[in-house]
């Protein structure tokens, strides 16, 4: 299935590049539809290395003070900083890796420094057709009191330092109340904020709206998404998890599933795209031997069956066809290993290209071969762990 | 303060002969007298530490130099079994506890080879230790460095007189990627805490960068194996079921550091997290880690979230078992309570127990190793006393409030056997095979 780019000129900026991505899903206009929403919200793609942001609405640009063209391309973790509650960072990243909604208060801070505390409510969004996780929609939901969490379990509403002279001590309820300015010196006994019930409705209404534009403009452009999952994922694609993991390995490899007839590509990392010049999907799906061309050795082609029927690591010096402008061939020391899932069996087997010029480097770095070692051994951890999810 | 400039030594021709004719050695290439000459490894100095930003980070520069080495060696046979072909699974329940069937690891594990009643006992050179491993199975070597610039060197000479710590492979291990961390590895330290060792440890989790990068700690009477300090280490990308267990603060200590206490936990713990910097979150938990061993309480540290968070689990298990104490079902598995069984990590031994693992099973296992309510308590006001922290309990009227002491000497208490683990009181050996 190809995602077709929006009319790639050679110039478009990142920001564009991903924005383009995101909007190629939909059908046009979906921009427009989803800056319309008075919220603050993002939606992020695991399929992209670093699952970023690539959509930001105007609440959000709004609330935390950044313009779009600093946002889209940087991962969530960007708004964190040392007083975020770890335990809230490590329930968002669980849910993202379990592929399931979570909400749960957390200290974001704007671009000015200035913490605050918000509601995030985060879910999955799924394709109709192959069961995946196409992008994660989060909603932030600004809390305007605040519940001090104590073992006395007291829930008056207090106000912060900065608003007590507006309030005099009385108690104020704002319906559209800024999020409160704290310093960092109060911060010290804030161990939780709780949001308010009414919040929460807010932060459900919130996601349920974004949702809907975007089923409906998904389902213009015949590729329908939804919130929930309504098929299995299909046998050749991976969970968002695994990918997110997969994507945080810098150099050229590809996962190819030897349960599937022909043995084709299910995962290529951007540093292969680069290495090949072939685009994505035109990769995906396919047997590796589009690198071969008539004067890749086949004594070398015969070696690496060998190894894959048999199951064991290989390393070879193989001579490949890329598809970059100039058509050059280039010699790879590729090394290809089986990888086993949780259930201890041979799931996909790895295979990490290595340019063969590129064997010499500076002494202050890994050598070449556990450089290429490395990526599968993070792959092997990544590939065990995915198939652990609890659903 | 001198600093030392890293120059990798030059060997002279003379010495170079020298060594050509000693390198037969015992034959075993090990990191004793007879074969260290001329041994290298890469060292990797980590940068001066500051805290930066977690989650899907790149795979950091440590990270790749653990997992190529490991699966270079992986690659090579040198471990016992191959841990990715042994089935493995999350049970279900609110926790998530991870089974693993390995049927294999137990009967190829080398056996614990001194008593498990006494928490401190001095090295002995007899015993298996770390100098007596291949240096194939020493992966680098790893120091806190000084600069703020990472520092590597692919092939720096083992040098006695650095004392270098090394990373190395757990030939039996528990999960792809099981490495030892050996500080000083050459001055033979017992298996005992100390505050530069576990400073090295925390920096070893922080410069991993990477959350699913844990390292653990058993000491002797809580299911350490060899008397030579070591730490362990792997990847595990998903979270313990201690990491999830919700927690209360107790105290904050003057350099910031946060003690709180789990709840709804099995084995009843300590979080330490916070302080204004990592050698103050160090030493306090190295504080705690002091007090527990001279009273003879066995404990298991887990060191999760890239160093900053730290768990502290005293434990009773080997004590109760002594005693006859443990339930038959449990003692059947065969499973001991260490750091990573504590942390929720379960390696099983008989498919029956895989089969049939559940939330209850693995509760039930975790809880016979906890300290009670009482003695927990008890063990806490000697922690609090020795870091110099004064904590009051909020529910009892009438509370006895702990002083600050700033001598943080252990006061009488600790010669209580109430309730305790059992202390030298016992004259025969204990030796016990694992």
Redesign the interface.
């Given at each position: 299935m190809s995602i077709t780019q929006s009319s790639a000129s050679l110039f478009t900026t990142a920001t564009e590049e991903k924005e383009g991505a995101f909007s190629a899903r939909y059908s046009l206009w979906i921009k427009e539809a989803l800056d319309e929403l008075p919220h603050s919200f993002t939606i992020t793609d695991p399929f992209i290395s670093?699952?970023p942001i690539v959509f930001a609405s105007p609440g959000f640009l709004k609330m935390t003070g950044y313009s779009r063209e600093e946002v889209i391309g940087r991962?969530g973790?960007?708004f964190?900083g040392?007083k975020t509650n770890?335990r809230s960072?490590?329930e968002i990243?669980?849910a993202i890796?379990e592929e399931r909604p979570v909400q749960v208060s957390i200290l974001n801070y704007r671009k000015s420094g200035s913490p605050f505390w918000m509601l995030f409510h985060m879910i999955p969004v799924f394709g109709n057709d192959d069961g995946r996780v196409i992008h994660f929609v989060a909603v932030q939901v600004p809390i305007s009191g605040r519940k001090m969490r104590n073992?006395s379990g007291c829930s008056e509403m207090v106000f912060g330092s900065c608003r007590r002279e507006v309030c005099l001590g009385s108690y104020v309820h704002q319906e559209r109340a800024l999020p409160v300015e704290c310093d960092e010196q109060e911060l010290e006994n804030w161990?939780h904020c709780e949001a308010s019930e009414s919040e929460k409705l807010k932060s459900v209404e919130a996601v349920g709206n974004v949702l809907s534009v975007l089923t409906r403009y998904s389902e213009f452009a015949g590729r329908l998404v939804c919130g929930k999952r309504s098929c299995l994922r299909v046998a050749d694609c991976l969970s968002s998890s695994l990918v997110?993991?997969l994507?945080?390995?810098?150099q050229s490899f590809v996962l190819t599933n030897p349960c599937l007839p022909d043995m084709p590509v299910v995962y290529a990392s951007d540093a292969f795209l680069t290495l090949t010049g072939y685009k994505r999907h035109e990769v995906l799906g396919q047997n590796c031997r589009f690198l071969s061309g008539v004067d890749t050795d086949s004594s070398v082609l015969y070696e690496m069956k060998e190894c894959i029927l048999k199951g064991k690591?290989c390393t070879v010096q193989i001579l490949n066809y890329s598809n970059r402008k100039d058509k050059s061939t280039f010699w790879n020391l590729l090394h290809i290993?089986p990888?086993?899932n949780?259930?201890?069996k041979t799931a996909y087997f790895v295979g990490v290209q290595m340019e063969a010029s590129c064997k010499d480097i500076e002494?202050?770095?890994?050598?070449p071969?556990?450089?290429?070692?490395?990526v599968?051994?993070?792959v092997?951890?990544?590939v065990?762990?995915?198939f652990?999810?609890?659903c | 303060m001198l600093k030392i400039k890293r120059v990798p030594t030059v060997v002279s021709n003379y010495q170079k002969d020298e060594s050509a004719d000693e390198s037969v050695g015992c034959g075993r290439n090990c990191l004793g007298a007879c074969c260290i000459n001329g041994a290298r490894l890469p060292l990797y100095a980590c940068k001066k530490l500051d805290k930066s930003g977690a989650g899907e980070k790149p795979v950091a520069f440590l990270e790749s130099l653990v997992l190529g080495e490991w699966e270079d060696r992986f690659q090579r046979g040198l471990f016992r079994y191959d841990v990715t072909a042994c089935e493995t699974k999350v049970i279900p329940g609110k926790y998530g506890f991870v089974a693993q069937l390995n049927e294999g690891r137990h009967l190829k594990k080398r056996p614990t080879e001194f008593r498990v009643d006494k928490v401190l006992q001095s090295f002995d050179g007899n015993k298996f230790n770390f100098t007596k491993v291949g240096q194939e199975e020493l992966l680098f070597q790893f120091e806190a460095g000084e600069d703020g610039e990472v520092q590597f060197f692919p092939c720096m000479p083992l040098d006695a007189e650095n004392s270098p710590s090394v990373v190395a492979i757990n030939v039996s291990p528990i999960e792809y990627g099981h490495v030892l961390l050996i500080p000083r590895v050459l001055d033979c330290l017992p298996q005992r805490i100390d505050h530069k060792s576990l400073l090295l440890a925390l920096h070893m989790a922080a410069e991993a960068a990477n959350p699913y990068f844990r390292l653990g700690y058993n000491s002797l009477g809580a299911f350490a194996t060899i008397n030579h300090l070591h730490f362990q280490a792997y990847y595990l990308a998903m979270p313990f079921p201690l990491e999830k267990a919700p927690s209360k603060k107790m105290v904050t200590t003057a350099s910031g550091v946060k003690i709180s206490e789990l709840l709804s936990y099995p084995v009843r713990s300590l979080l330490f997290e916070g302080g204004s910097s990592m050698q103050d979150l160090s030493d306090t938990v190295s504080d705690a880690c002091v007090c527990l061993q001279n009273n003879n309480i066995p404990f298991n540290i887990l060191i999760a979230d890239c160093g900053r968070q730290i768990f502290l689990m005293p434990q009773c298990y080997a004590e109760k078992q002594a005693l006859g104490e443990v339930s038959p079902e449990v003692l059947e598995t065969q499973v001991n309570p260490a750091v990573w069984e504590i942390s929720g990590h379960m390696v099983l031994k008989r498919k029956e127990d895989y089969e049939g693992a559940s939330e209850e099973n693995a509760w039930r296992l975790l809880a016979e190793a906890s300290l009670s309510e009482e003695r927990f308590k008890e063990v806490n006001a000697l922690i609090f006393e020795a870091i110099g922290c004064s904590y009051q309990e909020e529910e009892l009227e009438g509370t006895v409030v702990e002083q600050d002491n700033p001598s943080g000497s252990v006061n009488q208490k600790s010669n209580r056997t109430h309730g305790g683990p059992i202390t030298n009181g016992t004259a025969s050996e204990c030796l016990v095979l694992q």
């Open positions: 670093g699952h991962n973790r960007a964190q040392p770890r960072i490590m990243r669980e890796r073992g161990e997110i993991s994507g945080r390995i810098k690591p290993s990888v086993r949780a259930s201890g002494s202050k770095e890994l050598r071969e556990t450089r290429q070692l490395s599968v051994g993070a092997r951890v990544a065990r762990s995915s652990m999810v609890t | -």
